[in-house]
């Protein structure tokens, strides 16, 4: 193996937790009681419509997490648009942490392997990971957005691949979603690592598991 390739959401960012998993109880807790099927599809609406009603290139993660959120509020609360700066702080307080607890590992990691992310972003991810200080660590940055190709199709995969100089049996995908990781690397012709820190993981075809990030140096030897 010459190259391990992360997802950024629910990977690098927490344990095996999705940002719909992680947001929604930040709302609960400032007051807004909906519904989960109701929450979701304002989340999602919100998500999908980000890169078309914003310009995203620039911003950091706590940036980009409070206008996904101002959509959520526009839907569900448009009268309590004022939460939005603090769900989005704690969002990124919780993120950050994990940032500076991987990044002893991602340091080590990059001595022994080409590293890169494959992730479906808003197109502005390089600049998200510029400014948490995790840009350096990797040798290519396949965002969704900018790419226009998403997991689990083979081609974004394939072009971290290649950015990296390695063929896809060279590569390492670790991820969060069995869906769009695992299968995605197996589509792929790549090995896969499942990131989730439930103590029954799905199984999905991934080669290995792990609880987070921080456990991959010592799942790999």
Partial sequence: MKAILFDFGGTLDADGATWLERFYPLYKGSGINVGRDRFD??????????????????????????????????????????????????????????????????????????LGVVSNFYGNLDGVLRAEGLRGFFGVVADSGVLGAAKPAPGIFL??????????????????????????????????VLVCARAEAPAAGQDRTVASVAELEAALG
């Avoid at 980000?50 to 620039?58: F, K, S």
């Avoid at 959520?72 to 940032?99: T, Y």
């Avoid at 971290?160 to 769009?180: E, F, I, N, Q």
């Fill in 41 to 114: 599809r304002a989340f999602y609406d919100s998500d999908d419509a980000l890169p078309a009603r914003h310009a995203l290139e620039g911003l950091d993660l706590e940036q980009t997490a409070r206008l996904q959120a101002s959509g959520v509020l526009g839907a569900l609360a448009p009268e309590r648009a004022d939460l939005a700066p603090g769900i989005a702080a704690r969002f990124a307080a919780d993120s950050r942490r994990q940032f500076e607890r991987l990044k002893p590992p991602l340091d080590r990691l990059a001595r022994r392997y080409r």
């Fill in 159 to 192: 072009h971290a691949a290649r950015a990296l100089g390695c063929g896809a049996g060279d590569c390492l995908m670790v991820g969060d979603s069995p869906a769009r990781d695992v299968a995605g690397a197996r589509g792929a012709g790549m090995k896969s």
